[in-house]
């Protein structure tokens, strides 16, 4: 205990000294952090949360655009344009100012429209009229082919968003049509008493289609947004350049001779591996417990949201610790196995990004395509992520963590037993 | 204090062996010297007798045990110079020798005094919070030594102890050498300085390509093959041929 513990203050005094290596494990995940955040944030940031301009060019200006209209406004999310310049929208103007990326979307609601949909809706009721027994017939003439209301969107628009706007206006003229059919019917049924007609809007959404939250009750954290995905990817990125340190520290405790001087003091080597471990672990937790500070108290700074923690939270260490391990543990592995700073610093820089790529952290997981999706199981950054998101995103129980801690900490001992058995090889013990 | 007799090494990869059948013993409580060219195969066969390399064959024993049965409790007692500077540079002498006390479990309380009584044998005492960076050649050198001398090694094994060292080091070093040895322990040292050997050894052993040239004490081996001093014996018996 003794022996781990003085290791323990070694590498304290070694590190508190290394102000480059300092920077890279503090200074460097920080700015990880919020330039991802930053950057990622637009593309995680959902519709719901954006405010649209759309043109709008209405000649129209029949019952069915004013509904349009009415609706676009009504979801808050859509500022509508009815002029340019101060002259009046016309068709021209709007496809060079789509073109010119000045609007997501414009809406052209050609002449006619309405007087379509009053047509159809005659033809409509009479038809159900006659199916009643009640006679009489609505004014109607053959429909016209290829009056459709058009929609013009900016080429960089996401496929997401184009469905979802189709969508909203078709419900709104579907509904408008609704309402004139039923006016129809009743003006066929001589009931022109407005006062008993159902509320139309009310009756179609009896049964509807509504998004359940999986944490209502607890805080309120229900999906994965710039912060909350960025500040624990980067933070378990920035524990893992310890490799780079660790194994820079052994391989120059090795050249230098420090090493043989340890190996000729009596007493199990593997005190001073433990006593490694120890120093970095903690070193480990510290980094982590700054990047949630960052998340917490510095992404509301920079425009973001705040790094949202829940009750889960308290479960952290177990999963933090478990990193911080494996991080260590890969770093001796590399320690020992190269011999020179100049092969081993690239072999850690490049491994811990690409491990890091496949594992999630500079995009989610999702968005990989399968082969890498396969991969993933490889890298302990895929393991790390996993058990933070399932603490701070799903607020997942102690059990939930089960598999991600024991993975990490088999990728663990098995770094340091390759370690250990890379070390006595080159002793000729083996 | 040390026998060995059939010493055979050859490391991985090698076309040759770096101790070729070496058999040789030193009487306890003398300074011997381990001399010849460079790659000679000096430095391999400390670090055998040491313990820090464990692939060979034939047989080591120091104070009386064998390498492989006793490694730890020949570890215990003995202290090894390594060439190298093997030393920390970030971390100041005084931490330095702290962590390499606690690892041989020295307490604290005997700890501190001990380091400070070392630290002014070797005149560094002022110096002892500064890393070992910023020390000159000869104060690493001598850090180097203290940071052996710890577990109050019975038997002080020496690579090239005064390799690249200014003249008052040098002689604080050998100085201390001699007294160390007064005080009643063993000490073997490397060197290809053969005047500063002549001086210093009781015991010298000339080895070349691995293999052993000549053992004795150096004024009988002057004596014997009538030559003026220990280098033109040395030259006489590993030839002139300059060695990489
Ligand atoms: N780790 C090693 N691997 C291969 N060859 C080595 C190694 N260390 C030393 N040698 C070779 O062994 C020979 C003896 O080296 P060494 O014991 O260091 O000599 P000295 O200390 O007398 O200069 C040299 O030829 C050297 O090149
Ligand atoms: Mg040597």
Same mark, same amino acid.
């Given at each position: 205990?003794?022996?781990? #513990? ?355 952290? #500079? ?53 340091? #037993? ?13 | 204090? !040390? ?68 490694? =730890? ?41 001990? !380091? ?40 002080? !094994?020496?690579? =090239? ?11 604080? !070093? ?23 050997? =002549? ?31 220990? =280098? ?13």
């Amino acid at each position: 205990m003794k022996r781990i #513990w003085a290791t323990y203050i070694k590498e304290w005094h070694l590190m508190r000294r290394d102000l480059g290596g300092l920077s890279l494990l503090f200074l460097m995940p920080v700015l990880l952090i919020s330039i991802m955040a930053l950057v990622q944030d637009a593309p995680f940031k959902d519709y719901k949360n954006r405010k649209f301009e759309a043109l709008i060019f209405d000649q129209d200006q029949g019952k069915i655009s004013q509904a349009i209209q009415k609706g676009l406004e009504e979801s808050g999310q859509f500022t509508l344009i009815r002029q340019h310049q101060n002259q009046a929208l016309d068709s021209m103007t709007i496809l060079s100012e789509i073109k010119a990326g000045k609007y997501q979307l414009a809406i052209m609601i050609p002449k006619g429209v309405s007087s379509e949909i009053y047509n159809s809706a005659n033809l409509i009721a009479n038809e159900m009229g006659k199916h009643m027994g009640i006679p009489g017939s609505l004014p109607h003439r053959e429909a016209r082919e290829g009056i459709n209301i058009q929609i013009v969107f900016d080429p960089v628009s996401k496929p997401a968003f184009r469905i979802a706007i189709v969508n909203a206006l078709e419900k709104f003229t579907t509904r408008v049509q609704f309402d004139i059919i039923m006016d129809r019917i009743s003006a066929l049924s001589g009931q022109a008493d407005t006062s008993k007609k159902l509320d139309i809007e009310k009756q179609l959404r009896s049964v509807g289609v509504k998004e359940m939250q999986l944490h209502q009750q607890s805080s309120g954290i229900e999906k994965s947004n710039s912060v909350q995905h960025n500040v624990p990817a980067w933070a378990i990125f920035g524990m893992f350049f310890m490799v780079i340190i660790i194994s820079e520290n052994m391989i120059a405790e090795r050249k230098g001779g420090s090493w043989n001087r340890l190996k000729s003091i009596p007493g199990p080597f593997f005190h001073l591996l433990m006593g490694k471990m120890l120093f970095y672990v903690l070193l480990g937790c510290v980094q982590f417990a700054l990047m949630v500070l960052v998340g917490v108290y510095a992404m509301p700074l920079l425009g973001l949201d705040a790094l949202q923690l829940g009750q889960a939270a308290l479960f952290l260490p177990f999963i933090v610790i478990s990193i911080a391990s494996c991080a260590t543990a890969f770093g001796i592995l590399v320690g020992t196995v190269f011999k020179t700073t100049s092969q081993a610093l690239p072999v850690a820089a490049v491994s811990v990004v690409i491990l890091s790529a496949i594992g999630g952290i #500079w995009v989610p997981l999702e968005v990989l395509p399968d082969s890498l999706k396969v991969l993933s199981v490889l890298s302990p950054m895929r393991w790390s992520l996993e058990g933070i998101n399932t603490l701070l995103l799903r607020q997942g129980s102690l059990s939930d963590l089960l598999m991600p801690v024991s993975v990490l900490m088999l990728l663990s001992a098995a770094a340091m #037993w390759m370690a250990w058995y890379t070390e006595r090889k080159q002793s000729g013990l083996v | 204090m !040390i026998r060995v007799s059939g010493l055979y090494k050859k490391y991985d990869h090698a076309e040759f062996p770096s101790v070729d059948h070496l058999s040789f013993s030193f009487p306890e409580g003398c300074i011997a010297g381990l001399l010849g060219p460079n790659g000679a195969g000096k430095t391999t066969t400390i670090s055998i007798l040491s313990g820090l390399i464990k692939k060979y064959s034939g047989e080591v024993e120091v104070m009386g045990m064998d390498v492989k049965k006793h490694a =730890e409790e020949i570890k215990g007692k003995l202290g090894i110079v390594p060439q190298q500077i093997a030393l920390y540079l970030n971390l100041s002498c005084r931490e330095n020798l702290r962590y390499y006390g606690r690892l041989y479990g020295i307490p604290p309380i005997t700890l501190g005094p001990l !380091i400070e009584q070392l630290l002014k044998r070797f005149g560094l005492q002022e110096h002892g919070d500064k890393q070992i960076r910023h020390y000159s050649g000869g104060m690493k050198r001598r850090a180097n030594i203290i940071a052996s001398l710890l577990n109050q090694p019975a038997l002080l !094994i020496l690579d =090239e102890p005064t390799a690249g060292v200014d003249v008052q080091s040098r002689n604080m !070093i050998l100085r201390f050498l001699k007294e160390y040895n007064e005080e009643g322990n063993s000490i073997l040292y490397t060197s290809h300085l053969l005047d500063e050997a =002549e001086a210093l050894c009781q015991e010298v052993l000339i080895i070349d390509q691995g293999q052993g040239v000549i053992q004795g004490s150096p004024a009988k081996l002057i004596q014997e093959h009538q030559t003026d001093n220990l =280098e033109n014996l040395f030259l006489k018996l590993t030839g002139f041929r300059v060695r990489d």
